[in-house]
C-alpha cells in the first residue's frame, strides 16, 4: 500500500465550478503538508503548504488538513481555464529530521471555458 | 530571483553510456534534493544534501548513481552506466525551511 494515495481523475469542470481534490495518507508522523501545481513539461510549483492540522486560505485556494482521518483537501473556487493541471499533494515528516516529500500520483484537472 | 536550475533539459543516451545532471538551487538555500518520475508513478525522493553533506540518501536506487554538492552550491547526479529503467524526468529542488521545497524545471532523461 502507498503511503499517500491521491485520485488520478481526470477531473473536468466547468469554468467557475468550485473543485476539490483529496489525498489520503497513513504514515502519522507527516506533519507538513503541500499541494504542488505541475503543468505539462514543467517542474512543480508550489501553491500551498499546512503545518499539522487545520485550514489555510490563499485567495481563490484553501486547503484543509484533518490528520485523526488523515485525510488533505485542496479546493479551488471558481476555477478558471488556466487552473487546468496536474495537481500533486506532498508530505513530510520533519520532526523525525527526514525533510524528503513523499507525493502522490497527482490528480489532472481540465477546467472548461 | 532566479529559481532552481537544471540542465540539461533533456538527454538521450544509450544503455550502458553515463550521463551527468545538473542542478543550481536557489541562492542561500542550503537544503538540496533530488527527486525522480519514472513513467506512470509518482515523483519519488533519491536524496537531500545539507550544504555539502549528504544527510539522507535513502532513495537512491542503486550504486550506479552518484550525487555531489561542491562546496554547498551547485549539485551533480551521475549515472553510470545507465539502464533502461533509468528513464524518466529528474527534478531537483532546494529549500531554506520545511514548507518552501520549490523544484527545478526537470532533466528528461531517455535511455536507450
Known amino acids: 500500500q502507498k503511503e499517500v494515495e491521491q485520485d488520478p481523475g481526470p477531473l473536468s469542470v466547468p469554468e467557475g465550478a468550485i473543485v476539490s481534490l483529496n489525498c489520503t495518507y497513513s504514515n502519522s508522523a507527516f506533519q507538513y503538508f503541500m499541494w504542488y501545481r505541475q503543468y505539462s513539461r514543467k517542474g512543480p510549483e508550489l501553491l500551498m503548504y499546512t503545518y499539522s492540522s487545520g485550514n489555510k486560505e490563499d485567495g481563490r485556494f484553501t486547503a484543509q488538513v484533518d490528520k485523526s482521518s488523515k485525510y488533505i483537501s485542496l479546493f479551488i473556487r471558481d476555477s478558471q481555464p488556466s487552473d487546468s493541471a496536474t495537481y500533486l499533494c506532498a508530505m513530510s515528516e520533519v520532526d523525525t529530521g527526514r525533510r524528503a516529500l513523499t507525493f502522490g500520483s497527482g490528480t489532472r484537472l481540465q477546467v472548461q471555458p | 530571483e532566479a529559481g532552481v536550475t537544471q540542465f540539461p533539459s533533456h538527454s538521450v543516451i544509450e544503455k550502458g553510456q553515463t550521463v551527468t545532471l545538473r542542478c543550481d538551487p536557489i541562492?542561500?538555500?542550503?537544503?538540496l534534493y533530488w527527486y525522480r518520475r519514472v513513467m506512470g508513478k509518482e515523483i519519488k525522493f533519491l536524496l537531500h544534501?545539507?550544504?555539502?553533506?549528504?544527510?539522507?540518501e535513502s532513495g537512491m536506487p542503486n550504486n550506479r548513481f552518484l550525487a555531489e554538492r561542491t562546496g554547498g552550491t551547485y549539485s551533480t547526479l551521475k549515472v553510470q552506466p545507465a539502464e533502461l529503467e533509468d528513464s524518466g524526468v529528474y527534478f531537483c529542488?532546494?529549500?531554506?525551511?520545511?514548507?518552501?521545497?520549490?523544484f527545478g524545471p526537470g532533466t528528461r532523461l531517455t535511455v536507450t
Open positions: 541562492s542561500g538555500h542550503d537544503n
Open positions: 529542488a532546494s529549500s531554506q525551511e520545511p514548507w518552501d521545497m520549490l
Open positions: 544534501f545539507v550544504k555539502e553533506s549528504k544527510q539522507d
